[in-house]
């Protein structure tokens, strides 16, 4: 089994930040990549940022210039990733969910439950 829990959500104001992190743990052989997608109230799940295990990272417009999402390999078995949020708007206010691609016996696509981020205006 895999697992993918988040943390570090919260209600922020209009401009402040949080950070956002991920841990995935379980019988994981490789992850090609880690991500970050959100869904406000209805709202479809949207794409707001990645990163593969080469580093290479992708981003959301909305998210450009505003989050950053990193990783830490220091660790051997559990793989992390954060999402550095600053400059927030109510916009961002969404249930942010960790997504992995991870390669047990098989490849797979995993997400963690999700956590809720509310800005205020």
């Known amino acids: 089994q895999v697992q993918l829990v988040e943390s570090g959500g919260g209600l922020v104001q209009a401009g402040g930040s949080l950070r956002l992190s991920c841990a995935a743990s379980g019988s994981i052989f490789s992850i090609n990549y880690m991500g970050w997608y959100r869904q406000a109230p209805g709202k479809q799940r949207e794409l707001v940022a990645r990163i593969t295990n080469g580093g290479s990272t992708d981003y959301a417009e909305s998210a450009k210039g505003r989050f950053t999402i990193s990783r830490d390999n220091a660790k051997i078995t559990v793989y992390l990733v954060y999402l550095q949020m600053n400059s927030l708007k109510p916009e961002d206010t969404a249930v942010y969910y960790c997504?992995?691609?991870?390669?047990?016996?098989?490849?797979?696509?995993?997400w963690g439950q999700g956590t809720q981020v509310t800005v205020s205006s």
């Open positions: 997504n992995a691609l991870v390669r047990t016996s098989k490849y797979d696509y995993y």
